[in-house]
């Protein structure tokens, strides 16, 4: 299995401002995952990250919102942009294993927008 | 693309009793994962069974692949059993998971 690190943990954020959220991974990996989880919700996926390429984004969530960073097969960023009480959510990193596709989460990062 | 739903919404024990969770998908999938989630917010892994029947201490869970469905089984829950449930496939794509609505547990000492 995968051990995930996300940082930060929680925040509590000024409407209008960004921030970015971090993923360690502690092995090489092809493909990142990030969801958002709003509150009371499902987890819903917001992009896959590639290394090496450009994020694909799922319908509903574009690159100038949650821009994404992919530098290395063991890191990657999300930074949710020009937020706003809707974003309250938590986000979580995710990976697959490459043998069996099972899917290993990060702690999650819980932002509130005041 | 393929639909995840889980029941029951809400479910509320005393400690010791038993519970079934049920996930039902509306394709054929060849993954299924299920996943606690804590009062905290992480996510923990309890089952990849794509099918057939595991067992994990006080917890198990059956597959049934052709049939479209798959049951969570908690045995003698206990109050750390609380928080919420959700089963995952993977799209029609086989590209990325999709999450069920989750079953919120509430175990009462």
């Known amino acids: 299995s995968a051990v995930i690190s996300q940082k930060p943990s929680r925040d509590i954020c000024q409407r209008g401002t960004s921030l970015t959220i971090q993923c360690q991974v502690d092995s090489q990996v092809t493909m990142m995952f990030w969801y958002r989880q709003q509150p009371g919700q499902s987890l819903t996926l917001i992009a896959t990250a590639n290394q090496g390429s450009e994020a694909t984004y799922e319908s509903g969530f574009v690159i100038d919102k949650f821009p994404i960073s992919r530098p290395n097969l063991t890191f990657s960023t999300l930074t949710v942009s020009n937020m706003s009480p809707e974003d309250s959510s938590i986000y979580l990193c995710s990976v697959d294993s490459a043998n069996t596709g099972e899917l290993f989460f990060g702690e999650g990062s819980r932002l509130t927008v005041l | 693309g393929i639909q995840v739903e889980q029941s029951p919404p809400d479910l509320i024990l005393q400690e010791g009793a038993n519970s079934t969770l049920r996930c039902n998908f509306s394709d054929s999938v060849n993954n299924l994962q299920w996943f606690h989630q804590n009062p905290w917010g992480q996510l923990i892994n309890l089952f990849y069974?794509?099918?057939g029947t595991k067992q994990n201490g006080r917890l198990s869970a059956t597959t049934v692949a052709t049939e479209r469905y798959s049951l969570l089984y908690i045995s003698s829950s206990q109050t750390t059993d609380s928080g919420v449930y959700f089963c995952?496939?993977?799209?029609?794509?086989?590209?990325?998971?999709?999450f069920g609505p989750g079953t919120r547990l509430s175990v009462l000492p």
């Open positions: 995952a496939v993977p799209d029609n794509y086989g590209q990325n998971f999709v």
């Open positions: 069974i794509p099918s």
